[in-house]
């Protein structure tokens, strides 16, 4: 059930504004490449770039999720990959929630292995007391306290995704 609202529509907006502009000012010189993760990110994907005071490439990455369940497998699956060339540019990876930091640190270092001139990580949310393995997060929008959040592109078990908020979820209990 949905317990509590975490964040905001209005919250949501100022974060990603803070981000954006944290972003902007870390763009000059660079030759980026956005690339979002699959599914979750997209809402956050959207919101931030349409925020950029340049024209920047965009491209999606989709690696397997948790399925229905608020627990991590710890392994990761490409899905789906970009489609374009990433060598010599500069990457900002936009990722939704950072938890164990198990995805991020597979896709990083599945891109790093095309050889961009940089990697970086732009993420909405951050869990850091979960965290199982070291993963730099270059811009953050919020850290959070552990717990399982849904809304604004997060799901569970593919469901809740497209509320304008962002909740607290708890698996048991009846759907709202
Ligand atoms: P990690 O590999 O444990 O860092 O997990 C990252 C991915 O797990 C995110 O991209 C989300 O898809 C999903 N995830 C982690 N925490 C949550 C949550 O609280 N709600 C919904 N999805 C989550």
Redo the contacts with the bound molecule.
């Keep these: 059930m949905l317990r509590e609202k975490v964040l905001t529509r209005e919250r949501i907006d100022h974060v990603i504004a803070t981000v954006a502009a944290e972003v902007n000012a870390d763009l000059e010189g660079r030759d980026p490449v956005f690339i979002g993760?699959l599914k979750?990110?997209v809402y956050f994907f959207t919101a931030l770039t349409s925020r950029l005071n340049r024209s920047v490439v965009v491209d999606f990455i989709q690696v397997s999720?948790?399925g229905a369940t608020?627990e991590?497998s710890?392994t990761?699956t490409l899905i789906k990959d970009v489609t374009v060339n990433i060598a010599g540019k500069d990457v900002y990876v936009v990722?939704?929630?950072?938890?164990?930091?198990?995805?991020?640190?597979?896709i990083v270092a599945l891109l790093r292995a095309r050889h961009p001139r940089s990697v970086q990580v732009v993420a909405l949310?951050s869990?850091p007391a979960?965290?199982?393995v070291e993963?730099p997060i270059d811009f953050v929008g919020l850290e959070i306290e552990d717990?399982?959040?849904?809304g604004f592109g997060?799901?569970?078990g593919e469901r809740f995704r497209n509320l304008p908020e962002i909740w607290e979820?708890a698996p048991d209990g009846e759907d709202e």
């Design positions: 993760v979750g990110a999720s948790y608020t991590s710890g990761v990722e939704d929630i950072v938890d164990t930091g198990l995805t991020l640190t597979d949310l869990k979960r965290r199982r993963v717990r399982f959040v849904v997060l799901d569970f979820y």
